[in-house]
């Protein structure tokens, strides 16, 4: 046993059986799984089966079926499902995969068959704001909202095991690199187009497991660092106004151009290229907000989130009638704060304007009558919403020991 020569043994690529990410032509589409049959051609065949154990399946199925018609009175509670139209059932018979069943009245055979329900209806994720480098050499945050439906259920359950976690961390590496290669401008000013791009680099990458992205939009956050001064272009970023999100990046700089004509301040001389949208009272005011929100990180703390427990968003309006979001997470850890929209649904979602926010946190209006009064909006429940007070509270001490 020990005289024979070393033989290494045949390496895989050798020989290339057609599979679930190999073409006939023995091309790799990625990483090649022989026990995968080829379902995504409905092909569910499996060639590795020699015939005495095809023989034996046969066997084993055949007494199963008898057994079940013998005992059906009592087996029909128990073989018999009923699959909605939105729904599929793959069915393992003895360890091997078989199609699709549904929708209707599916017949299970008891002991040889195993199963599992697969939603065919559209699902959605967030993305919550990553920093992304840019090609200039800027850092954003840039989030996405993605929708994908699964469009083979066999595949979506033999190639993955875990389908929602594998996607949302296939989306969110796609989104960084696909972002990687754009600049600070390209990604503020196509941001419908790069979405479009975007879903079409996630199905590439997806669409081995048996699902298909239907949409992404890309939500734009707060600049972090400003891209380098080699850059060519100049480095525009318009406000957000309704309505005009769905425009593409030169059109969508035209018609602000002429929005904010009678509104914000005469250009600056000696620089014809650039568009600047800037209006005093509203720079004052958002500089007020910023400082608020500064002011709100620092008493954050794990005694005030064990207080109040819950997740607000601010949807502030201007007065100038552009609409600004903030956050602050008090619902785990040590609590959040920030800008934009909180990457899952909060708890309590609060509208009022900027001159109330500030007189609220400043403690000159109180939760409860501001909402009596008409001047705070509160979406979700009221008793949640009151809990903000704790939060007053402390930033107003955080105040008082700042000026002693």
């Known amino acids: 046993m020990f005289n ?8 895989r690529d050798s020989v290339i059986a057609p599979g679930l990410f190999v073409d006939s032509d023995g091309r790799h589409r990625g990483l090649s799984f022989d026990y995968i049959p080829n379902v995504s051609k409905n092909h569910y065949t499996d ?6 154990s095809w023989i034996c399946n046969l066997v084993v199925i055949f007494l199963v079926y008898v057994l079940t018609f013998i005992t059906f009175p009592i087996t029909g509670w128990f073989v018999l499902k009923t699959v909605p139209n939105y729904q599929r059932i793959v069915v393992f018979r003895l360890g091997r995969v078989c199609p699709p069943k549904g929708p209707g009245v599916v017949l299970f055979l008891p002991l040889i068959d195993q199963w599992q329900r697969v939603d065919l209806r559209t699902r959605a994720f967030n993305i919550p704001p990553c920093q992304v480098t840019s090609q200039d050499g800027g850092v954003m945050l840039v989030g996405a909202d993605i929708q994908f439906r699964i469009w083979n259920p066999v595949m979506s359950v033999v190639s993955v095991q875990d389908l929602n976690a594998s996607t949302r961390m296939t989306a969110q590496n796609a989104l960084t690199h696909s972002l990687s290669k754009k600049t600070i401008r390209e990604i503020q000013t196509e941001r419908v187009k790069l979405g479009d791009y975007l879903g079409m680099d996630i199905n590439e990458l997806t669409r081995p497991w048996g699902l298909e992205v239907d949409r992404v939009e890309l939500t734009i956050g707060s600049l972090l660092k400003a891209p380098d001064g080699g850059s060519s272009a100049p480095h525009i970023v318009p406000p957000s106004v309704p ?3 769905g425009l593409a990046g030169p059109i969508q700089q035209l018609a602000m151009h002429f929005l ?7 250009p600056p001389q000696g620089n014809e290229d650039s568009i600047t949208y800037t209006d005093e009272l509203t720079s004052s005011v958002d500089q007020s907000v910023d400082e608020l929100l500064q002011r709100v ?3 954050l703390c794990e005694a005030l989130v064990h207080q109040v427990g819950a997740c607000f968003q601010f949807n502030i309006s201007k007065q100038d009638g552009q609409q600004q979001s903030y956050y602050v997470d008090l619902s785990q850890g040590s609590g959040a704060a920030g800008s934009g929209s909180f990457y899952r649904e909060p708890d309590v979602t609060l509208s009022l304007s900027d001159s109330d926010l500030l007189a609220l946190f400043r403690g000159e209006l109180q939760p409860l009558a501001a909402y009596n009064s008409g001047r705070l909006q509160v979406q979700g429940e009221v008793r949640i919403a009151m809990k903000l007070q704790e939060l007053i509270n402390l930033l107003k001490q955080h105040s008082e020991m700042t000026c002693i």
């Open 4 to 11: 024979r020569p070393y033989e290494p043994l045949p390496q």
């Open 47 to 52: 060639s590795s089966q020699g015939w005495l």
């Open 243 to 245: 309505g005009l999100e």
């Open 260 to 266: 904010n004509q009678g509104q914000s301040s005469p």
């Open 297 to 299: 990180k620092l008493v």
